[in-house]
């Protein structure tokens, strides 16, 4: 008898520890959130807000802070948590990107990628749902794709297929996120195969936001394999839109220019 209720009190306790953790964490991530909207609200003014949200066609909530200021703010409470779990970082990104305002998402954002060392396969899930679930505009798809998700894809690249079915998705962001995930890699001339097929998913895509993903990533591509970027524009111009070509051809020599944009 004695044995048991010793056992019953010590699964208690231990029930009401755990209990105690992450009542003590959700507290932790509550405030931490709270800390940070509030010295983003206090570096916010009206005319920064107003003259950003001329980048949108949609409506965005934004406080009005300067992108250098917010990732300040993001470098210096980073070294307040960097000691913390990879998954309790990520809880905290999640947080922030829950409040869908821009400068929460970038401070999200630049988070996660300064976890980028530590990034393994599992990590495609939370990444994937953050894609799907809380990227509304391009700024949040271009700062999370083209950094965390773009060097998660070059370090596993056999999740490039994953990014393959996005690209018909119904979700005009998540499809944009196939092509501005691949960017890093284009960079540095991989995956070219890869990234082709990528863009003749999209190429037909009727959101304009979709197609000058596409083009800056051809853009992109060809700084390291010109002559055969070229050779795919010139295969596909028929059927490239002309907003597709323009950014696609923006860094080649005027000739090449001259016979792309050629009807």
Request: net charge positive; with cysteine; glycine share 4%.
């Amino acid at each position: 008898m004695g044995d048991s209720r010793a056992q019953t009190n010590r699964q208690y306790g231990e029930h009401l520890s755990r209990h105690q953790n992450l009542s003590a964490e959700t507290e932790m991530c509550e405030d931490l959130v709270s800390l940070i909207r509030a010295e983003l609200l206090q570096n916010a003014d009206a005319q920064t807000q107003e003259s950003a949200q001329r980048f949108f066609r949609e409506p965005v909530r934004l406080y009005g802070v300067r992108t250098p200021v917010v990732r300040e703010i993001a470098r210096r409470h980073f070294r307040s948590i960097r000691h913390l779990e990879k998954t309790e970082i990520f809880e905290l990104c999640e947080a922030l990107l829950k409040t869908d305002y821009n400068e929460d998402a970038i401070v999200a954002f630049d988070w996660s990628y300064a976890l980028r060392r530590s990034y393994a396969p599992r990590d495609f899930q939370v990444f994937e749902r953050w894609v799907a679930s809380y990227i509304n505009n391009w700024v949040k798809c271009d700062t999370f794709c083209s950094r965390s998700l773009g060097t998660f894809v070059e370090m596993y690249p056999a999740y490039i297929q994953n990014l393959k079915g996005w690209a018909t998705s119904e979700n005009r962001w998540v499809r944009r996120a196939a092509a501005v995930t691949m960017v890093p890699s284009a960079r540095r001339g991989r995956f070219l195969g890869e990234m082709l097929e990528i863009v003749d998913l999209l190429l037909g895509d009727p959101e304009d936001i979709v197609q000058k993903g596409c083009g800056w990533l051809l853009k992109e591509a060809s700084r390291c394999h010109q002559q055969e970027v070229f050779s795919y524009i010139m295969s596909r111009k028929g059927e490239m839109a002309r907003i597709v070509l323009r950014y696609a051809i923006e860094k080649m020599p005027h000739d090449m220019r001259r016979m792309a944009m050629e009807r």
